[in-house]
C-alpha cells in the first residue's frame, strides 16, 4: 500500500481592489449579469463571465424552472454558449458572482459538483485549463488557478476507453 495526496492551493484576496484591472473587469461584469439570471424559486442569482483566448467575452447566468431539476447553472449556460459561439477555442478566466436575494452575498461561492464535472470536460477538450475567479456582490475574492483542481480524481472521457 501507498498513499497519494493531491494538494490543492488557491488565492484569497480581501476584496476586488487587490486584483489586476483585468480581472476586476470581468468580475464586475459577473456581479452586473446577475440581474439576467432567472432565478424566481431560490432568489439565489448567480452570474458568469468568461474571457476567451480569441478575447471573446461570453457570459451566463443561472436559468431555473417550475420543474426544479430542469434548472440550469450559470457555469454551464456560458459554457454551452461558448461552445456554440465560439466553437473550439479556449478559456483563460471565468468569473462567477452571485447575489443572493434572501441573505447575504459577501463571501465566494464555488461552483456545484455538476458544473465542476462540466468545466473539467471543458478544459479537457480544449486542452487549456480554466481560471476561476470566485466571490459575492462584495467581500473576499478566491482565485483558482485550474477549475480541475477543485475535482480531483475526476472522471472523464479517457474512463471511456
Ligand atoms: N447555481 C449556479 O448557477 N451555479 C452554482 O455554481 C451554484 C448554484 C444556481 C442553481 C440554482 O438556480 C441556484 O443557484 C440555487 O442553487
Not at 476584496?15 to 480581472?23: C, I
Not at 456560458?78 to 471565468?94: F, G, R, Y
Not at 466571490?135 to 478566491?142: A, E, I, L, P
Amino acid at each position: 500500500m501507498k498513499k497519494e495526496e493531491i494538494h490543492f492551493g488557491y488565492e484569497v484576496y480581501e476584496s476586488d481592489k487587490e486584483l489586476n484591472a483585468g480581472d476586476v473587469s470581468l468580475l464586475k461584469q459577473a456581479r452586473e449579469i446577475t440581474q439576467k439570471a432567472y432565478a424566481p424559486y431560490s432568489k439565489f442569482n448567480v452570474g458568469a463571465v468568461a474571457i476567451l483566448n480569441n478575447g471573446a467575452i461570453i457570459s451566463g447566468t443561472n436559468q431555473e424552472n417550475a420543474s426544479y431539476p430542469v434548472g440550469l447553472c450559470a457555469e454551464r449556460s456560458l459554457l454551452a454558449s461558448a461552445a456554440m459561439l465560439q466553437t473550439n477555442v479556449p478559456i483563460q478566466t471565468m468569473a462567477i458572482a452571485y447575489h443572493n436575494l434572501n441573505g447575504s452575498s459577501s463571501k465566494p461561492a464555488s461552483p456545484c459538483g455538476m458544473c465542476r464535472q462540466y468545466i473539467a470536460e471543458y478544459e479537457s477538450r480544449t486542452n487549456q485549463p480554466i481560471r476561476l475567479i470566485l466571490s459575492g456582490m462584495d467581500g473576499k475574492v478566491f482565485v483558482i488557478e485550474k477549475a480541475g483542481m477543485l475535482l480531483p480524481l475526476s472522471f472523464g472521457e479517457g474512463d471511456l476507453k
